[in-house]
């Protein structure tokens, strides 16, 4: 997303008591710059994948804000174990709000990798 100036990284602890609303959990980094555009290109490059069958238990998400750092203009929240990533917010039309992606592809490992040393 071209209005993204900052991504906050939260280390998902539980799901939601409904969708739409924040994925509980701690912020573990920001990225601003070209950190946050690298990410968003990796994310959107992922490869689709078929969905396997886990309960979807996301560890690792992300929150999306634009130059004003108001509401945030998505979140995502990734599920490595069904493949499974579910996005909300202002910026995401409802045929996205779900996508399946191959957690084992080598840019979905890197992603992974990211993400686990924004907490170390």
């Known amino acids: 997303m071209a209005a993204t100036v900052l991504i906050e990284v939260i280390r998902i602890s539980g799901l939601p008591a409904e969708r739409g609303v924040a994925y509980p959990g701690r912020t573990v980094d920001h990225w601003t710059g ?20 886990c309960g979807f238990r996301p560890g690792w998400g992300i929150r999306a804000y634009e130059d ?21 917010g202002t910026a995401v039309p409802p045929a996205l709000a779900t996508q399946f992606f ?19």
Do not use: V, Y
């Open 34 to 53: 070209s950190q946050a555009a690298d990410a968003l290109t990796s994310i959107g490059n992922l490869p689709g994948s078929e969905q396997h069958r």
């Open 102 to 120: 191959d957690a084992d592809a080598p840019s979905a490992q890197a992603l992974l990798a990211r993400f686990r040393a924004t907490a170390a």
């Open 68 to 88: 004003s750092l108001g509401l945030a203009l998505f979140e995502a929240a990734f599920c490595f174990t069904c493949h499974e990533a579910r996005m909300h």
